[in-house]
């Protein structure tokens, strides 16, 4: 265990003696330093090994890590890598003279919390005027929308596509995918009479209510796209567009003419 000269005497049947001398030399073994034991978020960059990763025995070292997978140089004394999946990296340093020794380092990957959008209340696509509410999942410690909002729920009212970046209970950060909300504007039919509405008795108007709508309902409760009035009375009409948006049109009130005798 330690440096030690041996010495040996030989001596022959006439007497006659002779002896020599060996002498063992026991280096001292290097100290590696693999790091410290870290967890870290997704894809994080770290640097393995300590400062130094060698020390002591006869210096000029070599270093070989394993598992090579991903390191940056694994002959180098402090590569680095990014964490993907938790592994336990083992460091083997050689002296000038031959000399080894090894240590390892557990790196810890976090699991990813990825948000996902999901609409908590309303319909996508909507229509103007109503509320789309998205939720981006709760157990975060923050959110970050695309839209500048900072909460878990976010109020759309417009045609927006949104994403969210969160923060979890590690202080790791992730980015949702993103998700197109779609308001459709609201149909605006505008009745126009092809006539007076101001009708002497037996006399008739049609209301247009115009548009190619998917569907018509009259304040008379008609389903055409036409109405024919031949009484005194206002009427407007309520459509649906092809993206099941409803409109309600301009009133247009029809009166009887007063005879005079």
Not at 3 to 9: I, K, S
Not at 55 to 67: E, N, R
Not at 98 to 118: F, H, K, L
Not at 203 to 209: C, F, I, N, P, R
């Amino acid at each position: 265990t330690t440096t030690t000269t041996y010495t040996v005497r030989v001596r022959d049947t006439f007497g006659c003696e002779d002896e020599d001398e060996v002498r063992v030399t026991v280096f001292e073994v290097p100290t590696a330093h693999a790091g410290r034991d870290t967890a870290v978020c997704y894809a994080t960059v770290v640097r393995l090994g300590g400062a130094p990763t060698a020390s002591g025995g006869g210096g000029s070292y070599t270093y070989s890590w394993t598992p090579v997978e991903g390191l940056s140089d694994a002959t180098a004394p402090n590569p680095e890598i990014s964490v993907v999946t938790s592994a336990t990296y083992t460091v083997r340093v050689r002296d000038i003279n031959g000399c080894e020794t090894t240590d390892e380092v557990v790196v810890t990957a976090y699991p990813r919390n990825i948000p996902v959008i999901s609409i908590a209340s309303g319909n996508n696509p909507a229509c103007e005027g109503d509320v789309v509410t998205l939720d981006a999942g709760s157990g975060f410690r923050s959110y970050q929308w695309s839209n500048g909002a900072t909460t878990q729920l976010v109020a759309i009212t417009t045609t927006q596509t949104l994403t969210v970046m969160t923060v979890d209970v590690n202080g790791c950060s992730e980015v949702s995918e993103a998700l197109t909300v779609v308001v459709n504007s609201r149909p605006r039919p505008v009745v126009v009479a092809d006539g007076s509405t101001m009708l002497c008795t037996g006399e008739t108007v049609t209301l247009d209510a115009g548009g190619d709508y998917q569907s018509y309902l009259w304040s008379n409760g008609s389903n055409e796209r036409t109405l024919t009035v031949s009484e005194p009375g206002n009427f407007f009409v309520q459509v649906w567009d092809g993206n099941g948006c409803s409109g309600t049109s301009n009133i247009v009130t029809v009166i009887r003419r007063s005879v005079s005798l």
